[in-house]
């Protein structure tokens, strides 16, 4: 079993820049897709990025696509969220999840997933 463990998160100011971290326990990530999602309050939680498994592809939600860059360091267990550009609109507390052998399109799809860290709060004031 895979455990997640999100930070990075805070306050920032419009236009400005955040890099979360998502540390896994447990198990190796190597065969795990990976993904972030987000929650604003009073909405549903929305998918944000993936990237497969085998880190050859990532896939992001048109929301922020051209801001944001998912990776993964499998030897230090590790996937990142780089997010540039930052606007209010992106307040959300952050997920990060993972899907056995999951490719990175399919990780915004699926109706399980095997592990959820606890999240890390943004939040972008304008």
């Known amino acids: 079993q895979v455990q997640l463990v999100e930070s990075g998160g805070g306050l920032v100011q419009a236009g400005g820049s955040l890099r979360l971290s998502c540390a896994a326990s447990?198990?190796?990530?190597?065969?795990?897709?990976m993904g972030w999602f987000r929650q604003a309050p009073g909405k549903e939680r929305e998918f944000v990025c993936g990237?497969?498994?085998?880190?050859?592809?990532?896939y992001y939600a048109d929301s922020v696509k051209g801001r944001f860059t998912i990776s993964r360091d499998n030897a230090k267990n590790t996937v990142t969220l780089q997010m540039n550009s930052l606007k209010p609109e992106d307040t959300a507390v952050y997920y990060c999840?993972?899907?056995?052998?999951?490719?990175?399109?399919?990780?915004?799809?699926?109706?399980?997933?095997?592990?959820w860290g606890q999240g890390t709060q943004v939040t972008v004031s304008s």
């Open positions: 990237i497969s498994w085998s880190g050859g592809s990532t």
């Open positions: 447990g198990r190796a990530i190597s065969n795990y897709g």
């Open positions: 999840t993972a899907k056995w052998r999951a490719t990175a399109q399919t990780m915004g799809v699926l109706t399980s997933y095997d592990a």
